[in-house]
């Protein structure tokens, strides 16, 4: 491959002002440019989303992938791409330094490539620091956008493809193309995007979080709350059907709040009930659901519902009614329990799960006892235990009373256990029944082995091959190994 070409930069006019048209133009312009990169090279341009985080970011990640197979490049399963993204993730500080031990790696491959760029977006991108650090140290890296300007990637690979390329001699230093903003009241409909399953597929309802919990950085890296028309969701849901969907997952940071800054507003139990209308949908799930907000209205539609899966994920985030207060969470102890027990009257099979923060600051040895209660009661079907995470800029963060890690860690595995023990009974309570089973995967050592998931999200392992993959059967559930089940399909 010749090193000193020059990418031909191409005229651009009327560009369209109105989205989506304006990314649909940029998709053709970038089209041209990978086809003039790809006869440089002398094969397909190849890409690689790394996705960091929740459900959101894997979400967006597949709206980034939509975009790169339209305009040409073609997707590889290893980092030793053209063009390499890291969709970020900053809830913990944990997650935030894995980025960075991982740039100096791609560095290497950069160094190795002269066609490959290196992508930064997600929430991390989201706080000035963060930017300021890469700019300072990082300069190899391409683009750096943030989670509000997602919608216009095409916009954007265009230009850092013109930036990086147009004159290679230059590059080394000033390459960098950086795109941030604050906050959005904007949601463009319509863009293309890839699924990772064909038979599944989450669909945002709502972005951005209002809710401040004083320990968490996602209102800040996400902004404010907003949420999609109605019509738009359905619509979009209905063409996943149409193209293989069986089933959703409802995606927003506390979904118990949708619709509520709408024109016409709307709750989320009544979004629910106009899902469950589509036909040729199978099952819904959501997350995350805010005790909160979580109103009688949605326990009742998820007690008659045929399609809302038997699982609910409501986070406790501590069992101590004092911590929570401090925490922003708007809930107590009692009323948490209450709502368990509400839910669990109106649909007795359901599955609960949990998010808990141990090591709150202030946290008192009796707070976390007040924890370790709530779990000994609700009995969890499986819990994300975190230890506290200082977010720069949060409430909490500049708290006194910051608890020493060796006393966090004491209560963590003393948690852990805890949890455990309840989810070890809770997991083995389905076997000997015939249950609905959705195929999701082959074995990747057994191909005579597949894998699926229960509507209570448990696993199941059963014998059949990939032509099951997408359908629901039902399944004679023989025996439990701890946290999956083994099975029979039952014809
Ligand atoms: N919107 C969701 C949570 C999104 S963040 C909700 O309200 O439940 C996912 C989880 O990360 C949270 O539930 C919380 O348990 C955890 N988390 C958030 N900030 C954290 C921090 N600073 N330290 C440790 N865990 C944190
Ligand atoms: Fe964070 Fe609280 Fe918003 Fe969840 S509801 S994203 S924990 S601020
Ligand atoms: Fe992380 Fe952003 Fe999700 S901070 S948890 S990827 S909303």
């Known amino acids: 491959m010749e090193t000193n070409f020059k990418l031909k930069i191409i005229d651009k006019t009327q560009i369209p002002e109105t989205e989506p048209k304006r990314q649909y133009y940029f998709i ?4 041209e440019y990978i086809k003039q990169l790809s006869a440089i090279k002398g094969s397909p341009m190849t890409f690689h989303v790394s996705t ?6 894997a979400r967006d990640s597949e709206k980034l992938v939509g975009i790169l197979e339209q305009i040409g490049y073609e997707e ?9 993204i890291y969709n970020t993730c900053t809830v913990r500080e944990n997650a935030n330094n894995k980025v960075y031990g991982r740039l100096g790696y791609l560095n290497g491959f950069q160094k190795k490539n ?3 760029m290196i992508g930064l977006c997600g929430c991390m991108m989201q706080e000035p620091t963060v930017v300021e650090k890469i700019k300072q140290s990082y300069r190899f890296v391409n683009l750096i956008f943030g989670t509000h300007n997602i919608y216009k990637f095409a916009e954007l690979i265009t230009t850092a493809i013109e930036n990086s390329f147009s004159d290679l001699a230059k590059k080394k230093g000033s390459s960098m193309t950086i795109d941030i903003w604050e906050d959005t009241d904007k949601i463009v409909e319509d863009l293309p995007i890839e699924r990772k399953y064909f038979f599944k597929s989450g669909v945002n309802i709502m972005f951005g979080c209002n809710n401040f919990c004083s320990y968490c950085i996602v209102p800040y890296v996400r902004g404010r709350e907003r949420s999609r028309e109605p019509k738009d969701i359905i619509r979009e849901i209905e063409k996943l059907v149409a193209d293989g ?10 979904v118990n709040s949708y619709g509520k800054n709408l024109d016409n507003p709307i709750s989320f139990a009544a979004l629910l009930q106009e899902i469950e209308k589509i036909d040729g949908l199978e099952r819904i799930r959501f997350m995350t659901s805010h005790p909160k907000d979580l109103s009688d ?10 399609k809302i899966c038997k699982h609910l994920h409501l986070p406790l985030q501590s069992g101590s009614s004092r911590i929570l207060k401090i925490m922003n969470r708007h809930y107590d102890k009692e009323r948490y329990l209450e709502l368990v027990e509400k839910i669990r009257t109106a649909v007795p099979d359901i599955a609960l799960t949990t998010d808990i923060i141990v090591g709150f600051p202030g946290e008192t ?13 609700v009995g969890y079907d499986s819990a994300f235990t975190f230890i506290y995470s200082k977010r720069t800029g949060t409430p909490a ?18 948690l852990l256990k805890e949890v455990q023990k309840t989810a070890t009974k809770k997991a083995e309570a389905l076997t000997g029944n015939i249950e609905k089973v959705l195929v999701e995967s082959v074995n990747e050592q057994d191909e005579h082995l597949v894998t699926g998931r229960l509507s209570n999200n448990s696993v199941v392992h059963l014998t059949g091959t990939a032509d099951l993959i997408g359908k629901i059967i039902d399944v004679k559930l023989t025996e439990c190994k701890g946290f999956y089940y083994i099975g029979e399909e039952v014809k």
Not at 52 to 57: I, L, R, T
Not at 76 to 84: C, N, S
Not at 297 to 306: F, H, P, R, T
Not at 365 to 377: A, G, L, N, P, S
């Open 397 to 414: 963060a500049s708290m006194e009373n910051q608890i020493p890690e060796d006393v966090v860690k004491v209560r963590f595995d003393r």
């Open 76 to 84: 590889v399963d290893t980092e030793e791409a053209d063009f390499v």
């Open 245 to 254: 969907v069986v089933e959703v997952m409802l995606l927003g940071q506390n």
């Open 28 to 31: 053709e312009i970038a089209k």
């Open 114 to 116: 002269p066609l490959m």
């Open 297 to 306: 209205e949605l326990i009742e539609v998820m007690k008659n519902s045929k």
């Open 52 to 57: 960091f985080g929740c459900q959101m970011n």
């Open 365 to 377: 040895e009796e707070d976390f006892e007040e924890t370790m209660d709530v779990v000994r009661k």
